[in-house]
């Protein structure tokens, strides 16, 4: 092991200008403008593996974003790990939120700060340190790779499902390791054993035919952003839970176990108060913060739009208006069962005068992983000793959609290795990541292969 | 008479191009960004009122946009009558609603196509041509004229409010006389006796620091724009009232004889339905659709934002949401009042864990004209004779915040022969305004000043 990390520490400047190099790519997948940025990153990943050593690492079309598959076959007969990741990062608006502008990369107080620094391009980009320092050193991988970055992580997986489903013999593994998860704390080495899922919608009001004056046409004519309003504060009771008939139906309860296990964490509510700046955190009645944080489904509005939204005043009744709006479920909710019952009670609750259309956007079930597998051990063990600190199991509130998708189709369990932390910004102005935790991650990563190749050899 | 309306039959298509400059610029005075267009189309007005004849005619400044002043005295001790009308125009977005483009006017079917068309532009214009016919075929005006041609009636008049209050000897004047309302109906010539006043906010959310990944706070955190919903949601009744506790204290009630003769005037809801392209007139109950347009105050929604707006998905928790809302008062509600108990409510139903502000736009209140005033009767007198068809008293629902100022500060009655149709789209794209109505409105016009000599001489 020592020689790994003595590399990995001695090419640690050189390391980190390179993944400055991939968080300048602006591989925005939800906005089409980015598209070529888009084949600019996966070009760039697909090169520099091929540099360090993969036998095989090549761009492939997907129908939408392109992914990159590399794979190192040195031990036949031996375990095969699947790494899977993406490189295209979310949307960067509001800008004017950003303190340094989102895709030029700056260190600072020894955090990373850049879209996709955290979620998830530095993540894949430890994996690729690992596997160089460990080609470099050793000579050879401990156990078989093939590693699968996708372009569509952050809009759906909508293509992958369809590429992995294609191409079963090519990404056949014995496990998969994901690395787009968030400790439960800083110092806190943790293993992720649960994930929520995801059901997305548009919800879309007309009213007249066009936008019309308020004076001429106010007190008898339909206003579109007043009938959202109006519809979609139906969605949640006033005590805070979701008021769709049906929305709970397939919540798995929580376990009085898995209760008290979240209550020894000493999950800090007023923490996250300061940290968020708020005086409340509102939510389902019934439940600690943290239990819905990890274990309980939510309804959130996303977006609203609708009407003038320029400076000044205009005097105009809005014929259009629409929301976007998410939910995070958990096992044992299927997606189109909660698009069924949202889309109903929409349907139901439309305002006089207004039309109410609901696209659909997808969506994906939450997992749960079994927690007695041997690569959930190595990792365990790895995870311990690169912190110095017992590694704890936990849950999280985001989804990797496409873990439900390895489950189901290449029958392989999903370990979950994260090294983000929940205040990194993710998805908002300020994304960034602690650098210590690139450190040390990739030290534990090291000695993951090593404890994988015993325990499954 | 007969060769004032022969020169404007046979100067017509020169006046249509000479309008269609004025169309041409965007005079936007919502938008910081339009300001030297402001400037500009003050200049050609004021150049184009001196061309013809008017023996003062300048910009003059306000603080903010600038405004044009002319007059032409011919009648030592005789009546004097101020024109007022306005050369500023509404925002144009959304611009993928307009048929041909906002300022590049454009005659379909009788039509003239254009932002302000006619609110306001189409019908000030209408005057200086008919001030032109009158010097070119009469050689001097019936009455002395004065014009007050602003460009702050969209943003709420607040610089002319203290132009007047400054220059009360200069805008003296027995009677205003605006052309900025529409007629009842195609081929029905009618006199607004009462407008709506406007009352203006926004609301503004704010929840955490700043926007949050829904899958690491989903449960746990305020979303901006789910509680901006469910605040807005409460300011109407389920039955279409306005909820808001005072709102309606200082209205004046319908007379039965008011009540009466809105119901004489026929109007037809089924047709107002049709033409919207809605199944449903939503407004207070216990009014009919004329009655709630005319002489009850409304609060509309005129814009809402918050959060992800772009194409696709984003699994965020908004931080920030807001709403621009604008009342029509009737009728003896104060500006103040309304907003007093708006911000109340807002306030008092502001959910956990945002905060609320709210920022007054401005208002003015409602108006209502004697209808008994020599210069009301010369009007109805020109206005038949024109039309070929009797006048009627009718109301608007729209505002001229203006026209209280009139009265309070000059003590003159305001004379309001607009000659729009309430379907040209106002303040919405297709803005358009029919030529029938320029052709007919200028004959009445030309005779108005001739009876209002007569009547007031």
Redesign the interface.
């Known amino acids: 092991m020592h020689r790994g990390e003595t590399y990995l520490n001695e090419h640690r400047d050189e390391h980190l200008q390179q993944l400055m190099e991939l968080l300048r790519i602006p591989s925005i997948?939800?906005?089409?403008e980015h598209r070529a940025d888009m084949r600019r990153a996966a070009e760039w990943l697909a090169a520099e593996l091929r540099r360090i050593g993969l036998s095989r690492a090549e761009v492939m079309e997907t129908g939408g974003h392109p992914l990159v598959y590399a794979e190192r076959l040195d031990n036949p007969g031996g375990p095969t790990a699947l790494i899977y990741g993406h490189y295209d990062v979310?949307?960067v608006?509001?800008l004017d939120?950003w303190a340094t502008p989102p895709f030029e990369p700056e260190i600072r107080d020894g955090k990373l700060y850049a879209r996709g620094a955290s979620d998830d391009k530095g993540q894949v980009f430890m994996h690729l340190k690992v596997i160089e320092a460990l080609l470099t050193v050793e000579g050879r991988l401990p156990v078989n790779i093939k590693l699968l970055i996708e372009g569509e992580e952050e809009?759906?997986s909508e293509n992958l499902e369809r590429f992995i489903a294609a191409h079963k013999d090519l990404l056949k593994a014995d496990v998969v390791v994901i690395s787009d998860t968030?400790l439960y704390a800083r110092g806190v080495p943790s293993l992720t054993y649960a994930l929520?899922g995801?059901a997305?919608l548009e919800v879309h009001v007309t009213?007249?035919?066009?936008?019309?004056?308020?004076?001429?046409?106010?007190?008898?004519?339909?206003?579109a952003?007043?009938a959202?309003?109006?519809l979609?504060?139906t969605l949640?009771r006033p005590d805070g839970g979701v008021a769709v008939e049906g929305f709970y139906d397939q919540v798995r309860p929580l376990t009085q176990e898995e209760r008290d296990g979240f209550a020894a964490l000493g999950f800090d509510?007023e923490r996250?108060k300061a940290e968020?700046?708020?005086?409340?955190?509102?939510?389902?009645p019934g439940y600690t913060?943290?239990e819905?944080?990890w274990a309980?489904p939510?309804l959130?509005?996303?977006?609203?739009?609708?009407?003038?939204?320029?400076?000044?005043?205009?005097?105009?009744?809005?014929a259009r208006?629409g929301?976007?709006i998410?939910c995070?479920l958990v096992p044992d909710q299927e997606p189109e069962q909660v698009l069924d019952v949202i889309e109903a009670h929409l349907t139901a609750h439309c305002?006089?005068?207004?039309k109410v259309e609901i696209r659909r956007?997808?969506g994906a079930p939450a997992a749960i992983t079994p927690i007695d597998h041997p690569a959930i051990q190595a990792a365990m063990k790895a995870l311990t000793e690169a912190y110095g600190a017992e590694a704890r199991f936990i849950r999280?509130?985001?989804?990797i959609p496409i873990v439900g998708t390895f489950g189901a189709v290449l029958g392989a369990p999903c370990v979950l290795m994260g090294f983000g932390l929940?205040e990194e910004?993710?998805?908002?102005?300020?994304e960034h990541f602690h650098l210590e935790n690139f450190d040390l991650g990739m030290r534990a990563l090291y000695r993951f292969w090593h404890y994988l190749a015993e325990t499954m050899g």
Chains 1, 2 share one sequence.
């Open positions: 997948s939800a906005l089409s979310q949307p608006d509001p939120l809009i759906g968030a929520r995801l997305a009213g007249a035919r066009g936008d019309l004056h308020s004076g001429a046409f106010g007190g008898a004519a339909p206003n952003a007043q959202l309003v109006q979609l504060a949640h509510e996250l968020l700046g708020v005086d409340a955190l509102p939510g389902e913060a943290l819905r944080l309980r939510t959130e509005i996303n977006g609203i739009f609708g009407g003038f939204q320029g400076e000044g005043t205009k005097t105009v009744i809005p208006a929301a976007k998410t995070r305002p006089p005068g207004v956007m997808g999280t509130g985001g989804s929940e910004n993710f998805h908002a102005p300020d």
